[in-house]
């Protein structure tokens, strides 16, 4: 079954960190490019970074640049996004998405509040 499954959301204080996984199954995970976007209340969902297949090319949204970083582990066929520094505007539901389809996760909630 094609599938993405993230977790490692929750409820943080402003200043903390978070990581957030997306394990993948179903298809050669190592030949996609992955994104990880957002959805805040009442906005659009929006992209947040971008890794390419190997790992050696990463984009960030504006916002977060500095303070996330995606990486991921083709032998464990998982994508990460980690978060610091995040303040209440960083509260959304977080998506992967296999890059270029309609491939997406769940989704986890991520909660920035004191």
């Known amino acids: 079954q094609v599938q993405l499954v993230e977790s490692g959301g929750g409820l943080v204080q402003p200043g903390g960190s978070l990581r957030l996984s997306c394990a993948a199954s179903g298809f050669t995970f190592s030949v996609y490019s992955m994104n990880w976007f957002r959805q805040a209340p009442g906005k659009e969902r929006e992209l947040v970074a971008y890794i390419s297949s190997t790992g050696g090319t990463t984009n960030y949204a504006d916002s977060v640049k500095g303070r996330f970083t995606i990486f991921r582990d083709n032998a464990r066929n998982t994508v990460y996004l980690q978060m610091n520094s995040l303040t209440a505007e960083d509260t959304a539901v977080y998506y992967c998405?296999?890059?270029?389809?309609?491939?997406w996760g769940q989704g986890t909630q991520v909660t920035v509040s004191s």
């Open positions: 998405n296999r890059a270029g389809g309609p491939l």
